[in-house]
């Protein structure tokens, strides 16, 4: 069980709830993150904001963003975001094996130069960011414009700040359907 408890829908404010809503409406759910964050609305709508920018923008597929988060979930050990961007991934067409097997990118076949120089970008910047040489950023940028390495070095960082949250405060998967509620006008038109 969560360390911090989750607040269901009417125990937040109305542009928050929002929030949920529209999480419910994407996801089929109101992640078990969200609901706790929503302790500090302030951060969470900022936070909201974040994660769609990352995940959302620019030229890199979300397709790659979705394995590079699934591998900087692997290395922090995170069964949290495992769980939910596992299925993200495979729903992006990454299969059950290259997934289950990622710790072996650099032996496969079925992962692209790029696709294996952003799985390493994912791997040396979360054990030890102080670890990108000049070789690794050089391949890097043969590959990736200096905005996609923004990008890549975004989702990174995001996920290994959730994953941070996420395994201190012990959160427990997300099922589908949890954290929805009908809104309060539409429940009363059942």
């Avoid at 030229?59 to 993200?88: D, F, G, M, W």
């Avoid at 391949?139 to 996420?166: K, P, Q, T």
Wanted: glycine share 4%; charged share 20%.
């Amino acid at each position: 069980m969560s360390r911090i408890s989750r607040l269901d829908r009417s125990q937040v404010t109305p542009e928050i709830a929002a929030l949920y809503d529209k999480a419910f409406a994407q996801r089929g759910n109101v992640p078990n993150m969200f609901r706790v964050m929503a302790h500090r609305p302030e951060i969470f709508s900022t936070m909201q904001a974040h994660f769609a920018a990352v995940l959302s923008t620019g030229t890199v597929s979300t397709k790659l963003k979705e394995l590079i988060i699934v591998r900087t979930s692997q290395v922090n050990v995170t069964p949290y975001c495992l769980a939910s961007h596992t299925l993200l991934a495979k729903g992006h067409g990454w299969t059950a094996d290259q997934l289950a097997h990622l710790a072996d990118w650099p032996q496969r076949e079925d992962f692209t130069p790029a696709e294996k120089a952003a799985l390493r970008l994912a791997e040396t910047v979360t054990r030890d960011a102080h670890t990108v040489s000049d070789e690794q950023f050089a391949e890097l940028r043969s590959f990736y414009s200096e905005g996609e390495v923004v990008e890549l070095l975004c989702a990174i960082g995001l996920f290994n700040y959730f994953n941070r949250f996420n395994n201190a405060l012990q959160m427990e998967p997300t099922k589908p359907g949890e954290g929805g509620c009908a809104a309060p006008e539409k429940a009363a038109a059942r």
